[in-house]
């Protein structure tokens, strides 16, 4: 709770200093790839009765246009259960020519979520 209370007390400002970005996927303002490091926690995969995979798709496209490396946590939705969603991606991934995988994790959140999905260019 202790990051909350820091990135909202930091918001206002961020705001108006350009630190923080109003945007959506799968279409994000950055450039081709503009960070390191894209990570996207409890959006993807977690809602998969809400999110198709087309959605799905493109917004790990997006992620993986604007940063170097993509990571994703959880991969299971709300139920514990592997997404859906998850294999269809990992292979469109793939057959777009980036390396994906998934990595374990050692932070435990919720049941099943013990799994992250990285994915970067070959």
């Not at 950055?30 to 996207?40: R, W």
């Not at 991934?93 to 374990?104: A, H, I, K, N, T």
């Amino acid at each position: 709770m202790r990051a909350m209370s820091t990135f909202l007390a930091d918001f206002d400002a961020g705001f108006q200093q350009g630190r923080y970005v109003a945007a959506s996927l799968p279409s994000l303002p950055f450039g081709d790839p503009e960070f390191d490091l894209a990570l996207c926690s409890h959006y993807l995969f977690l809602y998969s009765d809400h999110v198709d995979e087309v959605t799905h798709l493109a917004s790990m496209r997006e992620l993986c246009r604007v940063a170097s490396e993509v990571r994703v946590f959880p991969v299971v939705s709300l139920d514990g259960t592997v997404s859906e969603h998850l294999d269809y991606v990992m292979t469109a991934l793939s057959e777009d020519g980036m390396q994906v995988s998934l990595r374990p994790v050692s932070y435990r959140f919720q049941k099943g979520a013990s799994e992250m999905l990285v994915a970067k260019p070959v």
